[in-house]
């Protein structure tokens, strides 16, 4: 089955530091990533749409300059929090489909714990 | 818009009962409805879809699903629960006319079987 690899799964940093996560794709094309925000106990909150080679469309009320999201590849998408704040401490989640099939199933990667201290 | 509602913040059932967790959808056109489940700090893993045909759908692990289309719902059951089958669970829809393939999640249902 379509596998996606998120990485790292546990990060834990200062304040201010900016923090890159990977999301990819092992046997299939992703056209289109999305990135999740999940807060304890709570669902999954759509962060951004990323489309490979072009710009992501941030949902409202995300700072695209805080969260800067990158789509290089058919394989490849990459979420830097930057200069993370306590407050960005989240679990991060990223998803993988092939545009064309809207019957087909995101798959998720495992995720990402980050704190910030 | 599209909207998904999961009535119960948490299902308690007893192992060996059958479980039943409830979820209904809003679209505009005709839905894609699905159920994910997640274990503590991991990501989701899809469980079935409803797509066309069958309004019962079977799916991982055991676990059926319900299309109503009159009351949009598509409650997920499963008829003999495990221990092993507590976690979150999350219904989503997508409607057929979405290009972008955007799900809209439910808020997440909290299923604890006891031994």
């Known amino acids: 089955g379509a596998v996606v690899s998120q990485h790292p799964s546990w990060v834990i940093c200062k304040s201010g530091t900016s923090v890159k996560i990977e999301c990819r794709s092992l046997?299939?094309?992703?056209?289109?990533m999305f990135w999740y925000r999940q807060f304890p106990k709570q669902s999954l909150m759509l962060m951004a749409t990323?489309?490979?080679?072009?710009?992501?469309?941030?949902e409202q009320g995300v700072e695209k300059d805080k969260f800067l999201i990158n789509h290089a590849s058919l394989t490849l998408s990459t979420l830097t929090v930057t200069s993370a704040h306590p407050e960005d401490s989240s679990f991060y989640i990223c998803?993988?489909?092939?545009?064309?099939?809207?019957?087909?199933?995101?798959?998720f990667g495992d995720g990402t714990r980050l704190s910030i201290l | 818009a599209q909207s998904v509602a999961q009535p119960e913040d948490q299902v308690n059932v007893a192992e060996g009962n059958p479980l039943t967790v409830k979820c209904t959808y809003s679209v505009s056109g005709n839905p894609y409805l699905f159920w994910y489940v997640q274990y503590p700090n991991r990501g989701l893993q899809f469980l079935l879809k409803y797509i066309t045909g069958d309004n019962l759908v079977k799916g991982s692990y055991g676990f059926e699903a319900e299309f109503n289309k009159s009351q949009t719902s598509f409650h997920l059951k499963k008829p003999s629960a495990l221990v092993s089958d507590s976690a979150l669970y999350f219904c989503?829809?997508?409607?057929?006319?979405?290009?972008?393939?955007?799900?809209?999640f439910g808020g997440g249902t909290r299923l604890m079987v006891k031994p």
């Open positions: 989503a829809v997508r409607d057929r006319n979405n290009a972008g393939n955007m799900l809209t």
């Open positions: 998803s993988a489909t092939t545009t064309g099939t809207p019957e087909g199933p995101q798959h």
């Open positions: 990323s489309n490979e080679g072009s710009k992501a469309t941030y």
């Open positions: 046997d299939f094309q992703a056209t289109t």
